[in-house]
């Protein structure tokens, strides 16, 4: 039977791959990305925990995170789009030549 742990070790896990990503990549895309399958790895662990304390407090966490990860996902594609068109390129490198 699959219990809490495994299901904290998998959160875990994912959380390590999507900061994994974080940190070595160079494409903002991708670090969309890694900070998307950390959301999830949180989510899962959330789920898991309600599910293992029979609360569903959890769950509707977890659900207002997605709803928020997607608004989050909705602003930072708009802001890659407008990026990608001005400059050509996704690479974080060229964050540095932002005057403001």
């Known amino acids: 039977m699959i219990g809490l742990p495994h299901y904290l070790v998998f959160a875990a896990l994912l959380f390590c791959v999507g900061l994994a990503g974080m940190l070595r990549r160079k494409n903002i895309l991708m670090l969309f990305f890694s900070t998307e399958i950390m959301l999830n790895a949180i989510n899962v662990a959330f789920v898991a ?3 293992s304390l ?5 769950q509707i966490v977890a659900l207002f995170m997605i709803a928020i990860a997607a608004g989050e996902v909705a602003v930072g594609l708009g802001l890659v789009i407008l990026w990608f068109k001005k400059h050509k390129s996704l ?3 060229t ?3 932002m005057k403001g």
């Open 54 to 58: 029979q609360d569903i407090n959890g």
């Open 91 to 93: 690479d974080i490198d």
């Open 49 to 51: 925990i309600g599910h």
């Open 95 to 97: 964050l540095n030549r």
